[in-house]
């Protein structure tokens, strides 16, 4: 079975503090795996994705996230927050099988960021 | 500017009326999902369609149906609505290729009353 787990509902870190949050995958195929972010009352927007070439990816506003496949997991970090990065953050797998029925959500991380 | 519009931003709805939520794209992605949001349980497909002419039912797709009769459009409709049905709704679209990533519409608040 596939599935995607994100290990923390909610993340409290201190302004320029490095971020970490979690995100493990199951999977029987190989997976490409994303990061979106989703600022309060707003859309969903892409920061990274990995599809099979280096395994650490790096995406935009300072994220870059790195693909284990040993630890099946997808970790999304930032070397020090800042107060813009306050959002609900979300690990959306997607895996070998094409088909539009194959992107799977973890369920979010909020992160805080504090002054 | 390229990209995907939902109709309307937010409604609330009384309880057994039907509503429609509109969902369109200008990218020509073949793929298009319906997702609902709720707190603690991220989001979750309702309906896809992987091509026009074709639907397919997600996770949760009690009380909702859709339709893809161009590319372009995708709406949801709730025939019947009850309070459960309460939430945000994500319309989204993409290519048909693994490594491609969706694009979201900036979702759709509906409260049924």
């Known amino acids: 079975a596939q599935s995607v787990t994100q290990l923390d509902s909610h993340v409290s870190v201190s302004e320029g503090t490095p971020v970490l949050l979690r995100c493990n995958y199951s999977?029987?195929?190989?997976?490409?795996l994303f990061w979106y972010v989703q600022h309060p009352n707003k859309g969903l927007q892409l920061l990274l994705k990995?599809?099979?070439?280096?395994?650490l990816v790096k995406g935009i506003n300072g994220f870059e996230a790195e693909f284990k496949k040993s630890e099946t997991s997808f970790h999304l970090t930032k070397p020090s927050a800042h107060m813009s990065d306050a959002a609900e953050y979300f690990c959306?797998?997607?895996?070998?099988?094409?088909?539009?029925?194959?992107?799977?959500f973890g369920t979010g991380t909020r992160l805080t960021v504090i002054p | 500017i390229a990209g995907i519009t939902q109709a309307p931003t937010s409604q609330i709805l009384a309880a057994g009326r039907r509503m429609t939520l509109r969902c369109t794209q200008d990218?020509?992605?073949?793929?298009m999902y319906w997702y609902r949001q709720d707190l603690g349980l991220g989001l979750r497909l309702i309906h896809y369609?992987?091509?026009?002419?074709?639907?397919g039912k997600g996770e949760v797709p009690d009380g909702y149906s859709v339709s893809r009769a161009n590319t372009d459009d995708f709406p949801l409709t709730l025939a019947s609505a009850v309070p459960s049905q309460t939430s945000v709704y994500f319309c989204?679209?993409?290519?048909?290729?693994?490594?491609?990533?969706?694009?979201f519409g900036q979702g759709t608040r509906l409260t049924v009353v």
């Open positions: 989204a679209s993409r290519t048909n290729q693994r490594n491609t990533e969706a694009f």
């Open positions: 990995y599809t099979s070439a280096a395994t």
């Open positions: 959306v797998v997607s895996f070998l099988r094409t088909g539009a029925n194959n992107l799977f």
């Open positions: 990218m020509r992605h073949n793929a």
């Open positions: 369609s992987n091509t026009a002419g074709t639907t």
């Open positions: 999977s029987s195929y190989s997976p490409s």
